[in-house]
């Protein structure tokens, strides 16, 4: 199965985050995209943020008022098994290439996204299977909607 970039986001702070057409990733995160948390977001080892469309569809199927952007992700990728994404696993764009550092856990930031405020559905600790991550980057360039990607590990 081939995976693909199916929608890119950027803010100007917190979430939703809006579509762009075009992502520029640097070491140092997304260009247009701020981050108000710098704590706990951002940084070279949180540059960008990685969710599959697979699972948004999933809980809007359950009833969440989840979409595109709500959860604060830049990148979301339709067509990777969801086993295949852990930090060290490496993503390849056409022009960019990414590395899993770690989850990315959620925080009371995206609780419009879910019914029951129940934010933690995507808690790596909790649910496994409904992880988004994040991702140091190793190639610097653009990440376009429909590109390819691979998983190398």
């Known amino acids: 199965m081939t995976a693909n970039v199916t929608a890119l986001h950027t803010s100007s702070g917190g979430v939703p985050k809006l579509p762009v057409e075009v992502l520029a990733v640097t070491k140092n ?4 995209d701020k981050q ?3 704590r706990h977001h951002g ?3 949180k540059a ?3 969710f599959l469309e697979e699972i948004i569809e999933e809980l809007a199927l359950e ?3 989840i979409a595109a952007g709500t959860t604060g992700e830049n990148v ?3 067509g990777i098994p969801r086993n295949e994404l852990n930090p060290g696993v490496v ?3 056409p022009d960019v290439e990414l590395a ?3 989850d990315a856990p959620p925080c009371r930031t995206i609780i419009g996204s879910f019914s029951d405020n129940n934010f933690n559905l995507i808690s790596h600790k909790k649910y496994p299977n409904r992880t988004r991550w994040y991702a140091k980057v190793l190639r610097e360039g653009t990440i376009s909607v429909n590109d390819v990607v691979k998983v190398i590990n």
């Open 29 to 32: 995160g997304c260009i247009g």
């Open 36 to 38: 108000n948390d710098r």
């Open 43 to 45: 940084g070279p080892n």
């Open 48 to 50: 960008v943020c990685l």
């Open 63 to 65: 009833g969440h008022p």
């Open 76 to 78: 979301l990728i339709r």
């Open 91 to 93: 993503l390849r764009f």
């Open 100 to 102: 899993i550092t770690q």
